[in-house]
């Protein structure tokens, strides 16, 4: 290969790297002092591209160029004040999972939002004024501006490192950093220094999106875009580390443009190939210190003991399944078919709350399991002319398989991390499936993969699902209630003193990952029959993210919480769609939700029953 | 200088505070005494307001503190050194006291790095190590010195003497004398009732959350009895 391309392409990563750094380091500051993963922070990478380009469309000459650029970052930077204080701070203590959700109800909002301001169409960044020719370096043609952003970089990173270990600012962000309330209680408002980081974090972003933009431009896609790549850097770097972010972005950046010189086919692969490696080394990042399980506010109430149902109980859940055999009577194939949707997705939810609640593991990539178990039927079916009864069958075990193998890397760790590391595989997975083209047809999806004659009938295959898809319910309640779940159970609480009393913690973790895997992986392979086809998009980070929005719109603690958050947002979604704006909707309910009613649809209707007096009121001491 | 009345405070719905009640006068040492678990540690975290009492009230210096955020509370000039010392163990013993720096207050004394520093020299030689690297004693030290940083009027010192060597304990107790002498008021909980009598002029002691005596420790040297309840010798 020539020296030139070699060192253009190299340069060409390097400038990449400038708006990543800014990006993520950000976040990981931001991470640092409040302990929020902070899934918004894509979302201010795009205001401040956006703000950027309208102000750099105002204002003239160089002085307009560079100006916009430092106006936007402290436009975003204020726009982040009132994220922090409105959406935040009210829910510091709440647990981790509440917080995610949270700022995925931001991500909505700002969505939509933009959308109004700016508009559908894509925005060209303007070229910066004085620097909108190339330079040859070794024959190689190098954008001037990309050389300016890699002169800019170190700059940053010396102003950021001279801020956090000189100043006296940088002195208490990273004592809060190690204990909040001790710096309160030596005089320190802790509550202004959270909204400084906020402040600080969020310019960081939008300095970012602004600084790109001779580059990229900006367009309403662009904070999903970043926000895997800046998680893969945090992570890879050690949350928290500025100078671990600086690496990882140089590293990311690099291999990518290697990557799309050498290996086309493995762009998307390629991060999240080099970030579990890094984790499988050095768990906690290249810089990151160990994180303790349950440090950051865990603690919620404690869960309600279990119990097995009464009458009532019963007797409701009989009515619903009685109701639902009879539907086939008395509606058209047309509300089998959604019924069909809100069932598959009902399971599929119920897998996650169960891994997610009573198993304590907070999984960002569910849908992993859920899209391997449908490629896994397909798959077979297209390939190994597999009948259909027995790839169905298959299905749950291969997504099983395929959770035992990530389980075996994401259980060593836990927390963010852990849930960072199974974001990293659903990608990886995702990303194999959408370029391998030969094999799974890549964004073009497997088609023709219908169930066999005597189950081709709506009506026959609406009985096929609602059978298997109680069964997978009631297993899983099964479990819960059995030993295994008691033995999780005390897994989540108190990994140490279960470890104790003679419970091998990750192994019970490792086989119920394995499990709840297995049951999205049947909830896989339903979807998969009942539509014929199957595209990339089912193991999506988006479908990951459905599912635990309509887990905790439905209530964390109880697994019909999953059931009847998915009937909800499934029944609610025709309805939705049809709205302009429904993100922005959507997102206010569910920042509404995680600020007012925490306990979701089926806690909070419980509480209500008992205030009223429906419903025996449980006492427990803490 | 000090008003506690009818404090109640709880931990979820466990009754930790009963009704407590005392007063600190300025420039007095009070040893809050009694057996583990008897309420010292959330005495001292409600007074901080750290645990926020349900009912009752803290006057501190003639302003209610109750229902305040600790930090405005320590900007009043309420200085708290937690039983777990709770140094920022990345941070140099130099940013450690760095945190604690708030302006001379008027009513208290001023303390700055070098008086801090002559009264623990073993904080100077070890001042750009990290909070980390400590010993015990050391910790405990550094601690201190980072309250003091924060020029209180009233120091609020939870369980001292724990956990550290004989030899340190008596340094510590040397300190304390010497901080009452620069004019300061000191609360200390403790369970040692000899390093207790050393430093303090009264005793309060509570068990169960409920204050059982307050007075000298003449007075108390005069009911064994009450020693022998609620003290274990």
Request: glycine letters at 10%; charged letters at 15%; a neutral charge.
């Amino acid at each position: 290969m020539a020296m030139g391309l070699f060192v253009a392409q190299l340069l060409t990563g390097l400038a990449n790297a400038a708006a990543l750094f800014l990006v993520a380091s950000g976040l990981s500051l931001i991470f640092g002092v409040t302990r929020i993963v902070n899934f918004a922070h894509g979302s201010l990478y795009m205001i401040g591209a956006y703000v950027g380009v309208t102000l750099m469309n105002v204002l003239p000459g160089h002085f307009g160029f560079w100006g916009s650029i430092v106006l936007a970052g402290l436009i975003t930077g204020l726009i982040g004040v009132v994220i922090e204080m409105c959406v935040l701070r009210p829910v510091y203590k709440a647990p981790e999972l509440f917080q995610l959700v949270a700022t995925f109800g931001v991500i909505l909002v700002i969505q939509d939002l933009a959308l109004m301001i700016w508009g559908a169409e894509d925005k060209l960044g303007p070229r910066a004024p004085g620097l909108k020719s190339v330079v040859r370096i070794l024959g190689e043609p190098v954008p001037q501006y990309d050389l300016a952003l890699i002169a800019i970089t170190p700059f940053i990173l010396f102003a950021l490192w001279w801020l956090i270990t000189k100043t006296r600012v940088g002195i208490l962000v990273r004592a809060a950093t190690q204990d909040r309330e001790m710096v309160g209680a030596l005089g320190v408002n802790q509550a202004w220094l959270f909204t400084g980081v906020f402040f600080l974090g969020s310019a960081l972003a939008g300095l970012g999106g602004a600084i790109q933009l001779p580059k990229g431009g900006a367009d309403l896609l662009m904070d999903l875009n970043i926000i895997s790549a800046v998680f893969v850097v945090v992570v890879i770097g050690g949350m928290g580390s500025i100078t671990g972010a600086f690496l990882a972005s140089v590293l990311i950046s690099v291999l990518n443009v290697f990557g799309v010189t050498y290996l086309p086919q493995s762009t998307l692969v390629l991060m999240y190939v080099v970030m579990a490696v890094v984790l499988l080394v050095r768990p906690y990042g290249l810089f990151g210190r160990e994180e303790k399980a349950g440090e950051h506010g865990q603690v919620g109430e404690p869960d309600r003991p279990i119990r097995p149902f009464g009458k009532m109980g019963m007797a409701l859940t009989s009515l619903l399944l009685l109701g639902l055999a009879l539907v086939p009577f008395l509606g058209s194939s047309f509300a089998q078919v959604l019924i069909v949707d809100i069932l598959i997705f009902c399971l599929f939810a119920a897998s996650l709350q169960f891994i997610l609640s009573t198993g304590g593991l907070v999984s960002f990539g569910h849908a992993l399991f859920y899209g391997g178990g449908a490629y896994a039927a397909a798959l077979l079916m297209s390939y190994a002319d597999t009948p259909m009864e027995v790839a169905f069958i298959l299905a749950p075990i291969s997504a099983g398989l395929l959770a035992l193998v990530v389980g075996w890397f994401c259980i060593r760790l836990s927390g963010v991390y852990f849930a960072m590391l199974t974001l990293a595989f659903s990608q990886l997975g995702w990303s194999l499936v959408f370029q391998w083209n030969e094999v799974t047809g890549g964004d073009d999806g497997l088609v023709n993969i219908w169930p066999s004659a005597w189950l081709s009938d709506t009506t026959t295959y609406y009985y096929f699902a609602l059978v298997f898809v109680t069964a997978g319910i009631l297993f899983l309640r099964h479990v819960i209630h059995a030993p295994f779940g008691y033995a999780l159970r005390a897994a989540r609480d108190s990994a140490r003193q279960a470890e104790a009393t003679g419970i091998d913690v990750r192994k019970v973790q490792w086989m119920s990952f394995a499990l709840a895997g297995a049951i999205a992986g049947l909830a896989g392979a339903l979807f998969v029959f009942s539509k014929g086809s199957i595209f990339p998009n089912e193991l999506q980070i988006s479908k990951s993210f459905d599912a635990l929005i309509v887990v905790f719109l439905g209530g964390v603690k109880t697994l019909s919480g999953g059931i009847v958050g998915a009937t909800f947002l499934e029944g609610a979604k025709d309805w939705l769609i049809r709205l302009e704006y429904w993100r922005l909707v959507l997102g206010l309910v569910i920042i509404f939700v995680v600020i007012i009613a925490p306990d979701g649809i089926v806690g909070t209707l419980r509480r209500l029953g008992e205030r009223l007096g429906l419903r025996r009121q449980e006492e427990f001491m803490r | 200088m000090l008003e506690v009345s009818a404090l109640n405070s709880f931990y979820g719905k466990a009754h930790i505070l009963n009704d407590l009640s005392f007063k600190v006068e300025r420039g007095e040492v009070v040893a809050l005494l009694g057996r583990n678990g008897a309420g010292k540690t959330t005495t001292m975290k409600s007074l901080m307001q750290l645990v926020r009492p349900r009912s009752g009230q803290v006057i501190f210096d003639g302003t209610r503190i109750t229902g305040l955020p600790a930090h405005k509370a320590a900007r009043l000039g309420l200085g708290y050194v937690p039983e777990e010392r709770r140094i920022f163990s990345d941070l140099t013993i130099l940013e450690n006291l760095e945190v604690g720096r708030q302006r001379p207050r008027e009513g208290a004394p001023a303390w700055t790095l070098e008086a801090l520093f002559e009264l623990f020299p073993n904080l100077w030689e070890r001042r750009n190590n990290r909070g980390k690297a400590m010993s015990g004693g050391e910790q405990q030290m550094l601690t201190i010195a980072r309250t003091l940083m924060g020029n209180p009027k009233l120091l609020l010192l939870d369980e001292p003497s724990e956990g550290i060597a004989p030899v340190i304990v008596e340094q510590m107790a040397r300190t304390i004398v010497r901080l009452k002498n620069e004019g300061l008021t000191v609360i200390i909980s403790e369970q040692n009732l000899h390093f207790a009598r050393m430093v303090a002029d009264r005793a309060v002691i509570i068990e169960g959350g409920e204050k059982k005596f307050d007075g000298s420790f003449s007075e108390l040297e005069k009911h064994p009895e009450i020693r022998d309840a609620y003290l274990s010798v």
